[in-house]
């Protein structure tokens, strides 16, 4: 830290820089707090609904506070700390109709559609119990977009085979998230934060399994949050079974009203301009 300390000034130094951002995490504390050895104006943003050690850190000495949730307003000073919400792509604000969406995908165009997203590098458990579930699903009325990651997507393209049911569709990564969203009448995924972020930006009725081993348990934190203001519904990893998946996904279909109701609630949560207003906030420190 103090190695990267002397760096960071060096850096700033050289960029005349008249504002620093930091988002957490160790490399940012470093050029932040640089930045507040000599005077500079800086801003942080907490993603989670419990801080990180280094923004509960730097926070102390950051100049604005910006927060993804209501909740975390308690943790900082409340004269600097401004709730935003996390900032989501652009195009997440404009979604291609329903349609034209499944269409994409090669998914049938008037069945109920659930999108299962483990993130980027995809969630072994979370994938191997969706894969069951699509497994004894059979011919029910519903289909799975799912992505599993990279390192996953060869065990799981096995059981898309095994399945035969041409109703489970798995991909190592979905890149036109636009589209994804739009298919999809109620998403499976994990909580990170910039998940749940689009989201509720979109207003998608969500089943959230916190990833149990994140620190300071902040997935779990995040999903609880969206479910007690109705948007979504939490299942924790250990009591996650192909049978509990597929009862709530029945239960979904059975009740579209409490289906749209969820997304109404999941809605009233997003903050789709977020990344408007950090800009807006930053800008005015300048």
């Given amino acids: 830290m103090a190695r990267n300390l002397g760096s960071a000034r060096s850096a700033l130094k050289d960029f005349d820089a008249d504002l620093v951002i930091g988002t957490g995490g160790y490399a940012a ?3 932040v707090l ?12 907490e993603q989670n609904v419990v801080p990180g050690r280094t923004n509960r850190f730097i926070g102390r000495f950051a100049d604005k506070i910006c927060v993804t949730f209501e909740d975390t307003l308690r943790f900082f000073p409340a004269a600097k700390t401004i709730l935003t919400g996390l900032p989501v792509r652009a195009e997440l604000k404009h979604l291609p109709n329903k349609a034209g969406a499944r269409r994409a995908f090669n998914l049938e165009e008037g069945l109920f559609t659930v999108l299962v997203l483990g993130g980027s590098q995809g969630a072994r458990q979370l994938n191997r119990v ?5 497994g004894i699903a059979g011919s029910e009325p519903f289909q799975i977009l799912h992505q599993v990651g990279e390192r996953n997507f060869e065990e ?15 991909l190592a990564y979905i890149e036109d998230m636009r589209s994804a969203y739009a298919a999809a009448d109620l998403v499976i995924s994990r909580s990170g934060a910039s998940t749940v972020a689009e989201i509720t ?10 990833y149990p081993f994140a620190f300071a348990d902040h997935q779990r934190l995040n999903a609880e949050y969206v479910a007690r ?3 979504a ?9 192909a049978s509990a998946l597929l009862q709530q996904v029945r239960g979904f279909m059975e009740s579209p009203e ?3 109701s969820m997304g109404a609630a999941s809605r009233s949560l997003g903050m789709p301009c977020a990344a408007d207003e950090v800009a807006r906030i930053a800008a005015g420190m300048i």
């Fill in 201 to 210: 930006a979109i207003g998608i009725p969500a089943i959230f399994v916190p």
């Fill in 258 to 260: 409490s289906l749209s």
């Fill in 29 to 31: 504390a470093a050029v």
């Fill in 229 to 231: 203001r109705g948007g």
């Fill in 130 to 134: 969706v894969g069951e579930a699509a």
């Fill in 156 to 170: 799981a393209s096995a059981v898309q085979s095994a399945a035969d049911s041409g109703r489970y569709r798995v």
């Fill in 233 to 241: 519904v939490v299942l924790a990893e250990a009591q996650l079974t």
């Fill in 34 to 45: 640089a930045q507040v050895a000599q005077r500079g104006r800086t801003l942080i943003h």
